[in-house]
């Protein structure tokens, strides 16, 4: 029996959990398919988190999460970041994005159309790339580092 009440996933190592995804059962449409996948996160200690997500029209969406003992608000936001990759794997919906300098740059156009068009350019980058808010906060941090972006505050 686990004696924490949360799990404290930002607390936890990689290589301590088992991330497991299969498809639970699929809906043909007339314009495409709505999917629903089972994601699994197992820690050695028995502590465990179930998802259930849905895939449409190149979204990844989270319906049903339950852990034992419970998630935070904080390791809510972490969940992500665990189970992005072999969700997406599973899922094909990654939609192909350059990694290194190219990668940076267009991170960097996509926060300045948002801002153009005055939206969210934060979310305009989480919905381009596919990633989580924190990882396309690293993104957009990295395009101000290679200089594609303004610095956020200026120096004194």
Same mark, same amino acid.
């Given at each position: 029996?686990?004696?924490?009440?949360?799990?404290?996933?930002?607390?936890?190592?990689?290589?301590d959990? @088992? @991330?497991?995804? +299969?498809? /639970?059962w699929?809906?043909q449409?007339?314009?495409?398919?709505?999917a +629903?996948?089972?994601?699994?996160?197992?820690?050695?200690?028995g /502590?465990?988190?179930?998802?259930?997500?849905?895939?449409?029209?190149?979204?990844?969406?989270l319906?049903?999460?339950?852990?034992q003992p419970s998630?935070?608000l904080?390791?809510?936001?972490?969940?992500?970041? +665990?189970?992005?990759?072999?969700?997406f794997?599973?899922?094909?919906a990654?939609?192909? +994005?350059?990694?290194?300098?190219?990668?940076?740059r267009?991170? /960097?156009?996509?926060y300045?159309?948002?801002?153009?068009?005055?939206?969210d350019?934060?979310?305009?980058?989480?919905?381009a790339?596919?990633?989580?808010?924190?990882?396309?906060?690293?993104?957009?941090?990295?395009?101000?580092?290679?200089?594609?972006?303004t610095?956020?505050? /200026?120096?004194?």
């Amino acid at each position: 029996m686990l004696a924490e009440s949360f799990i404290h996933l930002s607390g936890r190592n990689r290589p301590d959990g @088992v @991330v497991s995804v +299969w498809p /639970a059962w699929e809906v043909q449409e007339h314009d495409g398919a709505t999917a +629903w996948y089972n994601a699994q996160l197992i820690f050695p200690d028995g /502590a465990r988190v179930d998802v259930l997500a849905v895939v449409s029209e190149g979204h990844v969406l989270l319906e049903e999460v339950r852990a034992q003992p419970s998630l935070s608000l904080d390791d809510l936001t972490v969940l992500a970041d +665990w189970i992005e990759g072999p969700l997406f794997e599973a899922c094909g919906a990654r939609s192909a +994005w350059p990694h290194g300098v190219e990668g940076r740059r267009r991170v /960097a156009e996509e926060y300045r159309a948002a801002q153009e068009q005055g939206i969210d350019p934060v979310l305009a980058v989480m919905r381009a790339t596919g990633h989580s808010r924190r990882r396309s906060l690293k993104l957009i941090a990295g395009a101000r580092d290679e200089g594609f972006l303004t610095p956020r505050h /200026a120096r004194r």
